[in-house]
């Protein structure tokens, strides 16, 4: 069976400063994750994707997130950050079942503080 | 959010209703999704379709009906066998084993 564990239900950064947005995840065979965005009363948007390669992958807007197969973890990352990338952060795993179902985090809200 | 249209933004039901959410997409993708949203709870699927004139259910499905005559709608009936229908619900499509995109979202309260 697929999870994804975020473990902090709140992230707050000062403006400027790297952000890191945690994740791990469970999955049998090859995992396939996201990231995701969410700003107030709005879908959710895409950011960035692992499917196989190497193991820091480029997002929008800046993120980046690195995969770390051996600790089963896919943190979001950010160098410097901006008061506008407060929102809600999702992480999700594909399942393996071939019907590209995604399952979800319960999502970290990121606070930027001026 | 772009191609995907979800309406209307709020909507409301009174006790015993049924009311239907509206999902309609433009990106030519064959599958499409509808998550339910509550605080603290991420997303949970409730139905999902991969092509026309076929859907199965996800984690979540009782209370809840769905149909897909056309490739590009796909509704969503809270039925008043849902009794706690009061949330965010979010339109999702993709094409094939890529990424999902979202509507921007209904609001569903209950009078």
């Known amino acids: 069976a697929q999870s994804v564990a975020q473990p902090e239900d709140q992230v707050n950064v000062a403006e400027g400063n790297p952000l890191t947005v945690k994740c791990t995840y469970s999955?049998?065979?090859?995992?396939?994750l996201f990231w995701y965005v969410q700003y107030p009363n709005r879908g959710l948007q895409f950011l960035l994707k692992?499917?196989?390669?190497?193991?820091l992958v480029k997002g929008s807007y800046g993120f980046e997130a690195e995969f770390n197969k051996s600790q089963t973890s896919f943190h979001l990352k950010k160098p410097s950050a901006l008061v506008s990338d407060s929102a809600l952060y999702f992480c999700?795993?594909?399942?393996?079942?071939?019907?590209?179902?995604?399952?979800f985090g319960t999502g970290t809200r990121l606070t930027v503080i001026p | 959010d772009g191609g995907i249209t979800q309406s209307p933004k709020y909507l409301f039901r009174k006790e015993g209703q049924n009311v239907t959410l509206s999902c309609e997409q433009n990106?030519?993708?064959?599958?499409m999704y509808w998550y339910r949203q509550d605080p603290g709870q991420g997303l949970r699927l409730i139905y999902y379709?991969?092509?026309?004139?076929?859907?199965q259910k996800g984690d979540i499905a009782e209370g809840y009906s769905v149909s897909r005559e056309k490739k590009e709608s796909f509704p969503l009936t809270v039925t008043s066998a849902q009794k706690n229908p009061t949330a965010f619900y979010l339109c999702?499509?993709?094409?094939?084993?890529?990424?999902?995109?979202f509507g921007a979202g209904t609001r569903l309260s209950v009078l």
């Open positions: 999700a795993v594909r399942d393996g079942t071939g019907a590209n179902n995604l399952f």
């Open positions: 999955v049998s065979g090859n995992p396939y």
């Open positions: 692992y499917i196989t390669g190497d193991n």
């Open positions: 379709s991969q092509i026309v004139n076929d859907f």
């Open positions: 999702a499509s993709s094409n094939g084993m890529d990424i999902q995109y």
């Open positions: 990106l030519n993708h064959d599958a």
